[in-house]
């Protein structure tokens, strides 16, 4: 019995979780063909669960995290790990992906079919939750496209032909993506002699000339591959296209959920590469993107009047802040970078949510919307005050100053003073929005439309959860390890 290799379906459970979904919502659908009004219902409540499961790990340590599917002896290799940090980003993965469900389930049309809707979220959760725990390569490929594929459908759903086109982006982005993705893969096994993300094995190859060559390709490989997927320059033209031609509830998945799982997949990457190979060389690797991203889309984003392309092209600069942290190559940066994904997660989910309880198509269409809806005003007003890393949002600004610490404790000096720069520009595709929620209400201003409650709800709750951590940001930077 020692040379199986061990399984605890409790550690496993956040994973397993949205698979339980899937077969629930599929056998209900072969049962009582026709009627599934339950099917997003039934799918918000397994991912609430799952999000409730994973939080057990966050209140463990770093030191000894959550392990299974452990290989025997005299190996020993653990081939899924769940310390604070993971647990932290799947719970934000399944939460996202719920608050996704909230919208679609408000505003599907006729033609969707919520089973199929249903079925495809929760495998897309599910890839999500899993390559954030994975440390071998082969899971996590697995994982990291079973994170992506299903939303290419999410998007082609709509049924439109700016979102067949949008689909297609997708699609052709995901497989370009999946495609330098293998070859890392293939070339870090080639560096290393080992199939799984090991700090050891990364410290032998970069000591051998020869092999830290094919190691920093491999880097470089993976990098790029990620950088499709979590929306860094220049691999982020895809993204507004995509957000645009979705519908929301579907658009908020692509920018909270699907970017906190790649942003997993990156921590599993760079937590190798800590301690192991000098910080410079992927310090460069990691810190072109990081700056193109942070420029680039905050000066894009001054430019934007739609709200969907404004927040599309803040995902790219926000993707940059995700990135400057892991600069430094630290156990530091690698905390503040989850904290950082997080935080931008938390407050997209809300202000997608606004923008889909207000049916806002352009910025003008939300003003005085403060004074018209007190609560929508409200809740994007701290939305986007925590994105911009300004008072109230406290959380916002806190995990600015940690994300910048990093790179500085470690002399990469370049990347965090194009951070400074990005945060001033910030301020001005903010507060821009925020003038405009603020100024009195006129004829031309759209009064709303009839929102759900389940809308109602991820705004309220998205705006609770903004709150607690402003007032406590501890309660996010201790779970994180």
Known sequence: MTSLVSVDALVLAPALAPVLGVVLVLVGDAVRPGRSRWALPLAGVVLVAGAVLALRGSLGSELEPLRTLCLPAPDGACLWTAGPRTSTLQAAVLLASAAALALLHDGRAGRRDTTVTATLLLASATGGVAVAAARDLGSWLVALELATVPVVALVALRGTRSAAHGALSLLVTSLASFALLV?????????????????????????????????????????????????????????????????????????????????????????????AAP???????????????????????????????????????????????????????????????????????????????????????????????????????????????????????????????????????????AAVVAVVLGLAVYLRWVAVLLSQPDGDAAEGVPAGRSTGVVVLVGTAVLVVVSALPHLLLGGLG
């Open 183 to 275: 070859l890392g893969a293939a070339l870090w096994v080639t560096a290393t002699a080992d199939a799984t993300f090991s700090s050891e094995t990364v410290a032998a190859a970069w000591a051998d000339p020869d092999r830290r060559r094919v190691l920093v390709l491999a880097v470089v490989l993976l990098v790029s591959g990620l950088g499709f997927k979590l929306s860094l320059v220049p691999f982020h033209a895809w993204t507004p296209q995509a957000y645009a031609a979705a519908d929301l509830g579907t658009t908020l998945f692509l920018a909270a959920a699907s970017k906190v799982s790649a942003a997993a997949a990156l921590l599993v990457v760079v937590s190798a590469l800590v301690g």
């Open 279 to 417: 910080g410079p060389t992927v310090a460069l690797v990691l810190g072109l993107p990081a700056v193109a991203s942070l420029l680039l889309g905050t000066v894009v984003a001054l430019r934007q009047d739609d709200p969907v392309r404004l927040l599309a092209w803040s995902t790219i600069a926000q993707a940059g802040w995700v990135v400057v942290p892991l600069t430094a190559v630290s156990t530091a940066g690698l905390r503040a970078s989850a904290a950082y994904v997080v935080t931008y997660a938390a407050a997209t989910t809300v202000a997608f949510a606004v923008v889909a309880r207000t049916g806002a198509r352009t910025l003008a269409d939300t003003r005085g919307l403060l004074r018209r809806d007190p609560l929508a005003g409200g809740a994007l007003v701290l939305a986007l005050l925590v994105l911009a890393g300004l008072p109230p949002g406290v959380i916002g600004l806190v995990v600015k100053i940690v994300a910048l610490s990093a790179p500085v404790a470690s002399g990469v000096w370049p990347v965090a003073a």
